[in-house]
């Protein structure tokens, strides 16, 4: 008869294929959100038809009917873009604040990017708005606009850059750093041919700075939830296991 022998105790939390999945899981369905409330929205949206090359995404927010900043604005689904504005940025927070291996002033700095990233899909989910506020009063809109954006670029650079601590593999942080990158770049763009009031593509080159965030963390969930199930595969047994495998037979 085998005699069993007592390993040591293993953690539950220290099983690799359990660390970094709720970040991972986050992370992909807050982009997903987003892109499923787009959708719908703008599928709803038929007269005329909703253009992602011309429209803002925010119009899809907005029940109407209105005229504003040059467009015409009637989202028939809009509670289902602004509750995707609203879970997108909830989800992304979740996300950052479940990663591991972040210390210090890098875990620091990844909560307040992602609480600026949640505060700005608050804001956009709950000030609904043609980006005309009315004289004098404050544009939580465009304020929210701005925070995402910019928040949600530069902590897809963040994260990209610190791969290493948070599991995400070398290949997909070179593709967030690029992606950040080019949402900063774009979101330039953005202001200078709204600011213009040429309206030219100006819903494609919104979303060429709001799209790298959500393929960015896309990126991130995915390479997180791989590699840690991948580590865990090829993870040998602790001697716990082998001697209940082992007794068994």
Known sequence: MLRH????????????MMQGRPAGAALVAGAVIF??????????????????????????????PLEALGQFMNSPLAW??????FLFGIMF????????GLRSWRRWAALILGALV???GVLLALNPGSGEPPDGAIDYHGLGAFASIVGGNVLVIF???QRQQTGVTPKAGRAMVALGVFGLASMVAFLAVASSGANVLIGLVERCAVYPILVGFLCAGTSIWTRRTAHAASRPLPSSAVSRRASST
């Open 159 to 161: 994260l990209g850059r």
């Open 5 to 16: 022998e007592r390993g040591p105790a293993v953690h539950p939390e220290a099983n690799p």
């Open 35 to 64: 892109f499923l409330a787009e959708l719908i929205a703008a599928a709803a949206w038929t007269d005329p038809p909703y253009s992602y090359t011309h429209h803002y995404i925010s119009n899809l927010g907005v029940r109407g």
């Open 93 to 100: 927070f979740i996300g950052v604040a479940a990663l591991e």
């Open 118 to 120: 949640a505060l700005g």
């Open 80 to 85: 289902v873009m602004n509750t995707g504005f």
